[in-house]
């Protein structure tokens, strides 16, 4: 018996445990958070809750200002980790087969969809197939994936859960198998089964204080500073028509009987000798609003640690490569600590296709090939690309950097197996520019023949 029948025997002893699994406080919990921050993102924020109340015996109808940083801070994350492919480096052959597998799969666009579920939601799951002889991976969103874990935080199987049309879908993926069920016509029942070809799916999470094997939101950072934010340039907003109208005031005896000229344009008051008129209005109190409204955004920036400068609230100009480094440490610090989670999700995902390869495929790659294989992120910071490339050149004169590694450094090359494919098929760089002197200097000595003649 295996720890999976183990663990269905022992906590539900029912052939359709998966209902009873799906349905469990936590996970419906969970699956109601990330509804939550679905609807969030979608524009349903706290804001749009505050009710109206009668002001000067009217009704007063609040302003409701919704800001959406909260896309952009998660697409800057997104971006600044993945927008640039990740590049594939190690044995020749095992990169070449695996940067196929990406191309077809289109893996490139599945990690930047991968990464943007667990920063919205905390968690993702990825499942490794082959179709038509074709690698590809499907997403499973947060909302319907339910992972089993045994107690001491092993993955046992994992539920695919849905419903559409008020009926109840169920793919539960064990080690070895996958079986579908629905509850079309009222009772529930099995309708297909299959071989299991790669596995339980991959989980992607980031960190959690409370939960080791489950992920945490980065929206649940950021949204209580957002709503202040909200709140307070909804209510000075407010200010200009609530508190901003101003009331006369005379103060003295107002004569009688001998108003204005009728020809005069306009209008006015006439008041005895050393009355005043004035219209009195409550002052605009700025400075306090945008000292705590700065304050609010440079937290909002701080806690989701993305710089300044991205963000349009910071001026700059003619600045060196340490210098940017120095703005976007923060982003970088941030960029690092996603990529461990997607490096190791990447890693599980490369096991799963070297299984498929060889048992279905015939592609095999021995261990020490295989071990080579490894991972180049590129964030995607602004560089000062004149400094980098002569330093790069620097190097390469010292005899200090590989062609390989230089082509690795460079601002300017995406696929560095390509490009060294390419330069392989062209004459050698040192021998081009040697060729090139030597016909200058031969151009010098000729004219200085002719000269002498």
Do not use: C
């Not at 190690?90 to 991968?114: A, F, M, P, W």
């Not at 790669?198 to 959690?208: A, T």
């Not at 009728?262 to 009195?280: A, Q, R, S």
């Not at 349009?312 to 941030?334: C, H, P, R, Y």
């Amino acid at each position: 018996m295996s720890n999976l029948d183990e663990f269905i025997k022992d906590k539900y002893n029912d052939p359709y445990w998966f209902v009873e699994f799906v349905g469990e406080i936590p996970n419906q919990l969970r699956v109601q958070d990330v509804q939550s921050k679905k609807e969030y993102l979608d524009g349903s924020h706290a804001i749009l809750n505050k009710p109206s109340y009668k002001y000067n015996g009217k009704e007063f109808v609040p302003r409701k200002i919704v800001l959406q940083y909260a896309k952009t801070l998660l697409n800057f994350q997104k971006a600044y980790l993945l927008q640039l492919p990740v590049t594939l480096t190690g044995n020749d052959e095992v990169v070449k087969y695996y940067s196929q597998v990406t191309r077809k799969g289109k893996y490139d666009r599945l990690n930047i969809k991968l990464l943007d579920k667990v920063l919205k939601y905390g968690q993702v799951a990825e499942y490794v197939y082959l179709h038509n002889g074709v690698i590809k991976s499907k997403i499973i969103d947060a909302s319907e994936g339910f992972p089993v874990y045994d107690h001491e935080n092993n993955l046992l199987a994992f539920v695919e859960a849905y419903v559409v049309d008020a009926i109840s879908y169920f793919i539960v993926y064990k080690e070895d198998v996958v079986e579908k069920y629905n509850n079309n016509g009222g009772d529930m029942r099995m309708t297909e089964r299959y071989a299991n070809l790669s596995g339980l799916p991959i989980i992607y999470h980031n960190d959690n204080e409370l939960y080791e094997n489950q992920g945490k939101s980065e929206l649940d950072d950021w949204i209580s500073i957002l709503d202040s934010m909200e709140d307070l340039i909804s209510k000075y907003t407010d200010s200009f028509y609530k508190f901003m109208n101003p009331i006369p005031v005379a103060i003295g005896q107002q004569l009688k009987g001998q108003g204005l000229p009728t020809d005069v344009i306009g209008g006015g008051v006439n008041l005895d000798d050393g009355g005043e008129f004035k219209f009195v209005s409550n002052q605009s109190d700025y400075k306090s609003f945008e000292t705590i409204y700065k304050t609010l955004v440079q937290s909002l920036l701080d806690v989701s640690q993305t710089p300044a400068v991205s963000m349009n609230k910071t001026d700059i100009s003619n600045l060196s490569e340490v210098s940017i480094k120095l703005l976007f440490q923060l982003a970088n610090i941030k960029a690092g600590m996603n990529e461990v989670f997607m490096r190791e999700g990447f890693e599980e995902r490369y096991e799963k296709i070297r299984v498929l390869s060889e048992e279905y495929k015939g592609i095999v790659f021995n261990d020490d090939e295989y071990d080579s294989l490894d991972m180049v992120f590129q964030y995607a910071q602004p560089s000062n690309d004149k400094e980098i490339i002569e330093n790069i050149k620097l190097l390469r004169e010292l005899g200090g950097m590989s062609l390989e590694s230089m082509l690795e450094k460079s601002p300017y090359t995406t696929d560095v197996q390509y490009e060294m494919k390419r330069l392989k098929s062209e004459e050698p760089v040192e021998v081009v520019v040697d060729k090139v002197n030597d016909d200058e200097d031969k151009k010098e000595d000729d004219k200085e023949r002719d000269l002498a003649v």
